[in-house]
C-alpha cells in the first residue's frame, strides 16, 4: 500500500495545480467551454484526496494529524471540499481560483515534507480525537473560505471607489453577495470549531489530566471563537455589514493563523505532538 500512498502524494499536488490552473483560465477568458469541466475536475481531486486521507489513516493505524504537514493535506481537502459544496449550493463559481490557490500550496507544502509516522503516541490513535481535530479544519477552512470573500469584497469596493471597472468587476458576483457568501462561511466555521470545542472540553481532561487551561493553542482558539461569535451575532441583530463585517472576518482568520503558528512551531503545547 506504500507504493500507492507515495504515488498519491505525489499526484495531488499536480491535481490541484491541474484544478487551479482550469478555474484561473476560466476565470481570465469567461468563456463556457470549461463551465463544467472544472467541476469535474474539482471532484476528480477530492475523490482522490479522500482515497490518499483513508489509505494513509489505514497503513500508518493512525488518522493523518501527527505533524502539521499531515494536517496541511488535511486543511487542504478541507478548504477545497468546503468550497466545492458552496459552489454546488449557490452555483457561484468565478471566486474558485482564490481559494483553490490556498489548498494547492497546502498541499505542495505537505507532498514536499510530510514523514510516514509508524509509531505514534497512543492518544494520536483515539477516533475523538479524529473527530476533534477534523471538525476544527473544517471549521477552519470555514474561515479560510469567510476570509477570501472577505478580500475579494475589499478589492471590488476599491475598484467600484475608483470607478474602475475591469476583469474584477466582470468576472466576480456584487458587493451583496460577497458579504453573503463570507457571512455564510463564517457561520459554517464558527458552528465546526464550536464542535471542535466541545468535544476537547470532554475529552481533554481523559486524555491530559495535567493539561493547563492557559495553553496557547486553548487560548487561540477561544478567542478566534469569541471573535467571530461577536461578528455573527452583531450581523443577525443588524448592527454590523459591509465592509466592518468582512474586516472582522479577516481579523479572525489573521487571529487563526497565528495561533496555529505560535502553538506549533514557536510555544510549548499539548497540542503538538511531534
Do not use: C
Not at 481570465?28 to 482522490?48: C, D, H, P, Q, S
Not at 475523538?128 to 477552519?140: C, E, K, R
Not at 463585517?245 to 496555529?260: H, K, N
Amino acid at each position: 500500500m506504500k507504493p500507492v500512498i507515495i504515488f498519491l502524494n505525489i499526484l495531488l499536488p499536480i491535481l490541484y495545480f491541474g484544478t487551479l490552473s482550469v478555474y484561473f483560465y476560466d476565470f481570465m477568458r469567461g468563456e463556457k467551454k470549461f463551465f463544467n469541466a472544472k467541476r469535474v475536475l474539482i471532484f476528480i481531486t477530492l475523490f482522490v484526496h479522500i482515497i490518499y486521507l483513508f489509505l494513509r489513516t489505514s497503513e500508518f493505524s493512525h488518522p493523518p494529524i501527527t505533524n502539521v504537514f499531515e494536517i496541511f493535506t488535511v486543511l487542504a481537502f478541507a478548504i477545497t471540499f468546503s468550497y466545492f459544496v458552496l459552489e454546488l449550493v449557490t452555483d457561484i463559481r468565478g471566486t474558485g481560483p482564490f481559494i483553490i490557490i490556498i489548498s494547492f500550496i497546502f498541499q505542495l507544502i505537505s507532498s514536499l515534507f510530510i514523514q510516514e509516522q509508524v509509531v505514534v503516541k497512543e492518544v494520536l490513535k483515539n477516533n475523538l480525537l479524529g473527530s476533534h481535530v477534523i471538525s476544527a479544519l473544517l471549521g477552519y477552512s470555514g474561515f479560510t473560505i469567510s476570509a477570501v470573500y472577505g478580500f475579494l469584497y475589499l478589492t471590488l469596493y476599491k475598484d467600484l471607489k475608483k470607478n474602475r471597472f475591469g476583469l474584477i468587476f466582470n468576472r466576480l458576483p456584487n458587493l451583496e453577495v460577497l458579504e453573503r457568501l463570507s457571512f455564510y462561511s463564517a457561520i459554517i466555521g464558527f458552528i465546526l470549531l464550536s464542535i471542535a470545542i466541545i468535544i476537547g472540553i470532554i475529552w481533554l481532561p481523559k486524555a491530559f489530566p495535567d493539561f493547563s487551561y492557559l495553553d496557547p493553542k486553548l487560548i487561540g482558539s477561544g478567542l478566534v471563537w469569541l471573535l467571530y461569535g461577536i461578528g455573527i451575532l452583531s450581523k443577525l441583530l443588524s448592527k454590523w455589514k459591509g465592509k466592518k463585517l468582512v474586516l472582522l472576518s479577516i481579523t479572525g482568520f489573521l487571529l487563526a493563523l497565528l495561533s496555529t503558528i505560535a502553538s506549533n512551531f514557536l510555544a510549548h503545547s499539548f497540542h503538538s505532538f511531534y
